[in-house]
């Protein structure tokens, strides 16, 4: 419901067939949308608009619509999940815009996140970076230790935690000027690195992530801080530190063997 309040916009959106397309800017209009209404609802009116229209409704991610799997990438007038701070797509609210605006909706551009089609990118190589490393090997033979019973400093263990709230939605990919994936495979290579059963395998996990970062394509980090602006789970540029921290170290350990 809307009502009085309801806001007309203009919408350009991104339309794009498969990667080899070169893709264009399409222009729609949507009436009465409600404030309350989320961002991603929006969408769904506007492709109801479009089915209704015997058209191809646009093509974009999503699945929990709560901030929590990371899918519905979305740059939105600029910004890796629009405007607002610590908030997926998903998260995003119509109040946030006024009646009578043009809001420019466009899939992450990263040369490692090929279009598939319309605003859905390929992120697989998010999965390979973390089949490369981003795991524990646990000792499955009945003579398991019960995590709880490894002390963990409070403070180590609030960071490992903090980092592990990364959903994978490569907005810092998207967002960095380098397309670089540091900000993302930090925050993997630290929710272990901190935590004592993260430390037996720690070297050769840096090492194959950061490998497997780079055979995908991301770009290198210049330190600009943006990935850390547009992540919607805060995760820290410490972590970046952290990881090269660790690089570093793994690297020594390398050559000694
Ligand atoms: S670091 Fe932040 S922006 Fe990057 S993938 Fe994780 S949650 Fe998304
Ligand atoms: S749809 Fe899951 S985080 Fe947005």
């Excluded at 740059?75 to 009646?99: D, S, V, W």
């Amino acid at each position: 419901m809307s009502g009085a309040n309801g806001l007309n916009l203009t919408l350009k959106v991104w339309r794009q067939k498969n990667d080899k397309d070169k893709g264009q800017m399409e222009t729609y209009q949507v009436a009465d949308i409600s404030p309350d209404s989320s961002f991603l609802e929006m969408m769904d009116i506007l492709n109801e608009q479009l089915i209704e229209e015997g058209k191809e409704p646009v093509a974009f991610d999503h699945d929990c619509r709560e901030g929590i799997c990371g899918m519905c990438s979305m740059y939105i007038n600029g910004e890796a999940h629009g405007p607002g701070r610590g908030i997926t797509t998903c998260q995003l609210h119509m109040r946030e815009f006024n009646n009578g605006d043009t809001i420019y909706i466009e899939p992450w551009r990263a040369k490692a996140f090929p279009v598939i089609k319309d605003l859905v990118v390929d992120r697989s190589g998010f999965d390979r970076i973390m089949a490369a490393g981003g795991f524990v090997s646990v000792n499955t033979s009945g003579n398991t230790q019960d995590a709880n019973a490894i002390p963990i400093p409070k403070a180590d263990a609030d960071k490992a935690f903090d980092a592990a709230t990364c959903i994978g939605c490569g907005a810092c990919v998207a967002s960095c000027k380098n397309a670089s994936a540091m900000l993302f495979v930090s925050a993997k290579v630290s929710q272990f690195a901190l935590l004592p059963q993260g430390r037996p395998e720690a070297a050769e996990r840096v090492q194959n992530m950061v490998k497997q970062m780079d055979e995908e394509g991301f770009g290198n980090c210049s330190n600009t801080g943006a990935c850390e602006v547009e992540c919607p789970k805060g995760i820290s540029l410490e972590n970046i530190a952290r990881m090269n921290r660790e690089y570093l170290s793994s690297s020594f350990k390398k050559e000694e063997v």
